[in-house]
Each structure stands twice: as C-alpha cells, then as structure tokens.
C-alpha cells in the first residue's frame, strides 16, 4: 500500500497535468489543430481532468478511514481487584487488563457486580447472586477506583469486576474479594463430643502394658493417658504418651516395681472425656 506522501505526490502531479490540458483548451483554437479526431481527443482529455479536479476537491476535508482495533481472540480479565473500607462506603480498586492481546482502545467500560453472601455460610459454598451494581468507563489513568455507597451495615458482600469491549463482548470474570465479615458474628455450630471409651483392660507381659477398650463409633483416633505413683500417694499428674486409630495401644516403656494409672480418651470434632481408669503394678524383672 501506498504512502500517504506519495498519494500526495501523484495526485499534485495529476492536478499540474489537468491544468496544463485546461490551459491549453481555453486559450488556443481546436480548430488550429491538424485534424479533428486529435482535437476530439483533447477535449475528451479535459473532460476527465475536470472530473478528476471535481472528485479531489470534494473529497478534502473528509475524514479518513477509522483506525481499526487490532484483532483479539477474548475480552482481558482485570485479575487484580483489591478491596477496603472507607467512611463513605466499600472502595474498590484495580487495574487495567495484563492481557498482551487484549488492547485499551478496545475496553468500554468496567461492569461492577456485587453480590450479598448470607450470614454463617461459607463464602465456598455460597449460591450468591450477583447483581450489576454500576459500571465505569476507561479514562486516561491506569488505576481505577470506585466506592459503593449502597451497602448495609452486619451484611457481607462479595465482588467482581468484569470488562465490556465496544463490541459488548464480556470478559471473563475477575478474582473476587469480600467485605463486611468483620461485621457479622460468628453462628455458633454444634461441635460432636464422642462418647468415653468403656471397657478398659490391660495386660501385664513384665515387658509391656497391653491395653484395649471398646470401640467408640465416629472417632478419628483415641489418646492414651499414664500416671505413676509418687510415695504411696496414688496417681500424679496424667501425660498423653501416644495416640491409636484402633482400640489397642501397647506401653513399652515401663520400668519394674512401679504401679501406672492409665485412662483414655477419644477423639472427634473435640475431645471426650477420660475414660475410668486402671491401674496396672509392675513386677521385678
């Protein structure tokens, strides 16, 4: 494709070579020509130059052709949403697209949804219903900011942005950010305690205690507890020394000539109660 120079360049030379032509058909005699078809053809020759000048001057000062938007296969996605709170509502603030392919020229306007997420729900696990809040178009500036002054206090909100292109394509949506849940308290849910384990026995092999129980349903792992007595006092203060997924746990570490105590717990979503317990004397090796 040519240059718009040199478009120029030819259409000045062309202009030049019709008024030559005009000059020499209005000011000299076609009849001093040397036959009639050579002046048939000059007159033919002034008739395109003048429809040629017609033709370029009608066409200056008209706009020209739009600049047109370099092709993209999607909408960019803004992936850098931030969020805080201010006096006067919800601040919202983030970036311009990072999608290489996806130029500025091409962004209409930023839609921005939000959307309310219910009281003691996980936002993980939240149905939430957005709804188009505002929308914002593209200025000059790299960053955007925008406050949603239409929120209610001891409500939680979450939000997203996402890009219109002139064409009223939508992007992708962006990364969503929460708000409000500094508001609200917490729902208090109902925390399973199993039961205590029953049934407890234990077997003396002089090299270990060997101690099992009932199984006690929807337990993640029972804990076992062991005291020693301290001067004929009875039991002292209970450590944990292990941890069983089944109803058995073996004491290894034990010496001769000592009474332990031992008393076991099971784990839920907390911690049972001590079971009863049971007292075990070591004999001389």
């Known amino acids: 494709m040519d240059s718009p120079y040199k478009l120029i360049k030819n259409s000045l030379i062309k202009i030049i070579a019709c008024l030559k032509v005009l000059q020499h058909g209005f000011f000299h005699d076609y009849a001093s020509y040397h036959d009639k078809k050579s002046a048939q053809l000059r007159i033919l020759l ?76 996980k936002f993980e696990k939240c149905e939430c219903e957005y709804k188009l809040v505002d929308s914002l178009a593209p200025g000059k500036e790299k960053k955007f900011e925008y406050i949603d002054k239409g929120i209610i206090k001891n409500q939680a909100y979450a939000y997203k942005i996402v890009v219109m292109d002139k064409n009223k394509k939508l992007s992708k949506d962006s990364n969503i950010v929460l708000v409000g849940y500094e508001w609200i308290e917490p729902k208090k849910f109902e925390v399973y305690q199993p039961h ?30 062991r005291a020693m007595d301290t001067g004929g006092k009875g039991a002292d203060i209970f450590i944990l020394i292990g941890e069983t997924v089944t109803p058995v746990f073996t004491d290894k570490d034990i010496e001769s000539l000592k009474k332990y105590y031992y008393r076991i717990t099971a784990m839920g979503d907390s911690e049972s109660i001590p079971s009863g317990i049971i007292e075990v004397i070591t004999e001389s090796k």
């Open 46 to 121: 002034l008739v395109s130059c003048i429809l040629y000048l017609a033709s370029f001057l009608t066409a200056c000062g008209r706009r020209g052709d739009p600049v047109l938007v370099e092709p993209y296969i999607e909408v960019g996605a803004v992936k850098n949403l931030k969020v805080s709170i201010k006096d006067e509502g919800v601040n919202l603030m983030w970036g311009l697209p990072k999608d290489k392919n996806f130029p500025r020229k091409a962004i209409k306007s930023f839609l921005i949804f939000r959307a309310e997420v219910p009281h003691g729900i």
């Open 196 to 225: 205590a384990p029953h049934n407890i026995n234990a077997i003396y092999t002089k090299k270990s205690v060997i101690l099992t129980w009932d199984e006690v349903l929807d337990v993640e792992i029972y804990r076992i507890y």
